[in-house]
């Protein structure tokens, strides 16, 4: 992975998961917009803390290149378990609620980024990688689909979000939810796909620091507004890797086409 930018991706993508499993850790219990797993998750606290240590552990495989592809993947396939077994669980829920569809589809966000990441760290290559990540893509782009969605559903309580310095809150969510949708449709069909994962990685970590990060210093104790934060930091950078992977994967087609004839 040398693109510089899909490395940063890395890097804050690894920051966030830590960040989740330290709260686990920290806390012991489930939490309601906290990923992986929703706040009605049993077992807590000693779930909640082998939670914790599992997310913490892959973050530092991912971070120090240890086992990276590995650690990667056992993220991917604790996010969607969560998302099947624990989310799912409430199924109707996420149907018919923004809240519980919003929490959902952030988890499947993080587990197809964490896919897609293991597919683009240094190893002997795998077919089976490489498919399984490209899969991921397009669960991927539904949930960039998804969110932007969610921006036109629920505009007025999003804009409200919105710092209060910033003009025309309204107008700045409709067109963040053209950016989600447009950004999902053109990696889904591969059309201007990396510029578009990068823009979306981009616009959420922009607001990382000019929305989330004054919300959660202003509320300190507020968990709820540090998890809004490292859900966006994790999905913004782990969007900067679905970037560098789309170019690489275009990359590779080209050359196999080059090859043939």
């Known amino acids: 992975m040398t693109n510089t930018l899909a490395l940063a991706g890395r890097y804050l993508f690894a920051i966030a998961v830590a960040a989740f499993g330290i709260d686990y850790l920290l806390h012991g219990h489930f939490a309601t917009g906290h990923p992986p797993a929703p706040g009605y998750t049993p ?70 980024e964490a896919f897609i990441l293991a597919a683009l760290v240094p190893g002997r290559p795998s077919a089976a990688i490489d498919r399984l990540a490209l899969v991921a893509r397009f669960v991927f782009a539904f949930s960039l689909i998804v969110f932007g969605v969610q921006h036109f559903l629920y505009a007025g309580y999003i804009a409200t979000l919105v710092t209060a310095w910033i003009p025309g809150h309204l107008f700045l969510v409709y067109l963040s939810g053209v950016g989600f949708i447009a950004a999902g449709i053109a990696i889904a069909i591969n059309v201007q796909a990396r510029l578009a994962a990068t823009a979306i990685g981009a616009m959420l970590l922009l607001w990382v620091l000019v929305l ?46 080059v090859s043939e004839s």
């Open 212 to 257: 989330h990060l004054p919300r959660a210093i202003a509320a300190w104790s507020n968990g709820d507004e540090w998890s809004s934060l490292f859900v966006a930091l994790g999905i913004g950078g782990g969007s900067l890797v679905v970037a560098r992977w789309m170019s690489k994967a275009r990359q590779t087609t080209r050359s196999a086409g």
């Open 43 to 112: 077992g807590a606290p000693w779930t909640a803390y082998l939670l914790g240590a599992y997310l913490v552990l892959a973050a530092l495989g991912i971070v120090t290149g240890v086992a990276a592809r590995r650690c990667a993947l056992a993220l991917g396939v604790l996010f969607f378990l969560c998302v099947v077994l624990l989310h799912g669980f409430q199924f109707m829920g996420i149907v018919l609620h923004g809240g519980a569809r919003t929490e959902a589809f952030e988890a499947l966000a993080l587990g197809c």
